[in-house]
């Protein structure tokens, strides 16, 4: 199976190589993949993954992850052909923050919309599943905590898309809790917020969220 990955930073190439290492396929989207800085990415992943365009690595493949910083977010989607994503996984692991005001970064959208529900309704026919976003990439694969496998809340429409991404959760390592429809974002988006925060306060970025349950 083959998983298309937009974006070439620090979370589309951890998530590359987490999605290698149990055998999918990777393309990572980029806006311009004859860049020197996409050569430099392709060097930096190695085999584990291919970087192309946009539109490629959207229309080649059957999960998308969009791993983009939120400014660029919409225009990647535009770039990638939103046709491309109809019936799709989508996996959204971005954050709608704004740093105009500086540390800590401030949302563009909440308590009333968030943007995982931005990504839906830009691909309607996809099926948007909200993952990834509560955590720093260094603990997005195989995270190795004290207290036990840390919790990665997730949401969406589609009941299928969230299944999938279950399990690709528990072959990275995590423990998943579903809090239902893509405007579970609204809720999710500020949890990055507050791991931003606690990061800053202790200049340390090796924490996660767990639910306790009795």
Same mark, same amino acid.
């Given at each position: 199976?083959?998983?298309?990955?937009?974006?070439?930073?620090?979370?589309? =190439? +951890? %998530?590359?190589?987490?999605? /290698?290492?149990?055998?999918? @396929?990777? #393309?990572?989207?980029?806006?311009?993949?004859?860049?020197?800085?996409?050569? @430099?990415?392709?060097?930096?992943?190695?085999?584990?993954?291919?970087? +192309?365009?946009?539109? @490629?690595?959207? /229309?080649?493949?059957?999960?998308?992850?969009?791993?983009? %910083?939120?400014?660029?977010?919409?225009?990647?989607? $535009?770039?990638?052909?939103?046709?491309?994503?109809?019936?799709?996984?989508?996996?959204? /692991?971005?954050?709608? #923050?704004?740093?105009?005001?500086?540390?800590?970064? $401030?949302?563009?959208?909440?308590?009333?919309?968030? *943007?995982? @529900?931005?990504?839906? =309704?830009?691909?309607? &026919?996809?099926?948007?599943?909200?993952?990834?976003?509560?955590?720093?990439?260094?603990?997005?694969?195989?995270?190795?905590?004290? *207290?036990?496998?840390?919790?990665?809340?997730?949401?969406?429409?589609?009941?299928?898309?969230?299944?999938?991404? !279950?399990?690709?959760?528990? =072959?990275? *390592?995590?423990?998943?809790?579903?809090?239902?429809?893509?405007?579970? /974002? =609204? #809720?999710?988006?500020? %949890?990055?917020? %507050?791991?931003?925060?606690?990061? &800053?306060? !202790?200049?340390?970025?090796?924490?996660?969220?767990?639910? #306790?349950?009795?």
């Amino acid at each position: 199976m083959k998983v298309g990955i937009l974006g070439t930073g620090d979370v589309g =190439r +951890t %998530l590359a190589g987490g999605f /290698a290492e149990i055998g999918y @396929e990777v #393309l990572m989207g980029t806006r311009d993949p004859h860049a020197d800085k996409a050569k @430099e990415v392709q060097k930096k992943v190695g085999k584990a993954a291919r970087i +192309t365009t946009f539109a @490629e690595a959207a /229309a080649s493949c059957e999960i998308i992850v969009i791993a983009t %910083l939120w400014t660029g977010t919409e225009n990647a989607v $535009q770039m990638a052909g939103k046709n491309n994503f109809s019936g799709k996984v989508v996996i959204d /692991a971005t954050n709608p #923050l704004v740093f105009s005001q500086g540390m800590p970064p $401030q949302l563009a959208y909440g308590h009333t919309d968030s *943007g995982g @529900e931005h990504v839906q =309704r830009w691909l309607p &026919a996809a099926k948007v599943v909200k993952a990834f976003n509560i955590v720093g990439h260094a603990h997005m694969i195989d995270p190795k905590f004290p *207290g036990g496998p840390p919790d990665m809340f997730i949401c969406g429409n589609d009941p299928s898309a969230k299944q999938l991404v !279950t399990d690709i959760l528990k =072959r990275f *390592g995590w423990t998943t809790i579903d809090i239902g429809g893509i405007e579970g /974002a =609204r #809720l999710l988006e500020p %949890l990055c917020i %507050l791991w931003v925060i606690y990061g &800053a306060k !202790t200049n340390s970025w090796n924490h996660a969220f767990k639910m #306790l349950r009795k």
